[in-house]
């Protein structure tokens, strides 16, 4: 009985068993009167013990069905490069009903709260991936074809839901086509403080879909707010269906440009590091901290590369981020035994030891380190 009763409470928490970082969530929406699926995608070190504080940034991407897939395994395998994210796919049932931005007159819905979807991300959606996973304040919406008008149409209506949109070949032509003359009737609504990623394709079969797409840059050139950073290009080389991927890469690659700092940077100016850190923290809005992967490989090449007064700077700068955990200590005792200093390295090397009582891998190593030490005492 207390085994049926653990199955059926992990079924009602959304909790997958064959993979506890790609989990579906039903929710029972007041929106829609209905029960909708959300899909969550959990970053690769999720779960790992030195990222049990961590928090994330958010990517919420509609059309689940067709883009989680591909757009998930992509962000997670930049990490390092870009920020770690987690993903959340939206179901989107009936395109046409849940991601149009028009009434039923055809007209530009002015009140978000009237428009369904919109109002299920921002009351039922948003609020259940904050309260359930560790996120921070940083939001990103992106969506393709339908999905980008609907990106367009969020921003203008509900620009404080997210910091980023990226609108992947918006389909500005499609429906009642008054989206366009909405923009151009109400330029105030581009005055924003945000940061706005639009691509098209130039491989198109949408006839008006390029000279839309002009029609809406130039409205973006002569009405955008100096603090909206926007982008709109066209990818002459890819069609309807590939923009949906490189215009995302691309996005987030722009939103966490600049995201790795090398050790030839740092070498002879330490504080460049913190420099760095500082200036993405500032940029993007929230407290940037250090992937702990990406402190190990910045370490490693400083003691390889015997820039040792910069390797103990960034080594004790890993250990203040990440504090219980044995790598940065096992780090530091071989940059205290380059600098020929093998008491102070025991101690690091038996702190390492000491946190690393449940990971018998670690231990071999630091083990042999001792040893190493032992032997230069």
Known sequence: MKQVC????????????????DIEIPISSKVFKQQRTVHISLPTGYFSRENKARRYPVLYLTDASAQLEHAASMIHYLQG?????????????????????????GQVITNPEQHQLLTFIRTEVMPLVEQRYRTNSFDLLSGHSLGG??????????????????????????????FLPFVEQHPQRLKLDKTLIISTEGDTPFEQQIPNFIRLRKNLDAHAGPKLN??????????HMTIAHIGLYDAVRYVF?????????????????????????????????PEFNELWGLSNYLIVKEYLEEAEY??????????????????LSRVLMAKDSPQLAMEAVNTAINLSVDDASQLVWLKKQKTKIQQAL
Do not use: C
């Open 230 to 239: 926007w982008h709109a290009d066209i990818y002459e080389a890819e069609d």
């Open 149 to 178: 008008l609907f990106t367009l149409y969020s921003m203008l209506s509900a620009p404080e839901l997210f910091d980023v949109y990226i609108a992947l070949s918006p389909a500005l032509g499609w429906g009642s086509r008054n």
């Open 257 to 289: 440009r600049n995201w790795w700092i090398t050790g030839e940077q740092i070498k002879g100016d330490k504080r460049q590091f913190d420099k760095h850190y500082q200036g993405l923290s500032d940029r993007l809005g929230y407290q940037v901290v």
């Open 314 to 331: 960034i080594v004790n700068k890993w250990i203040d981020y990440y504090p219980h955990t044995a790598e940065p200590y096992g780090m």
């Open 6 to 21: 653990l199955v059926l409470l992990l079924l009602l928490s959304g909790v997958s068993w064959g993979n506890d970082r």
């Open 81 to 105: 490069g870009i920020s770690e994210m987690i993903v959340v796919g939206i179901e989107t049932r009936s395109r046409s009903r849940d991601l149009s931005p028009y009434g039923d007159n």
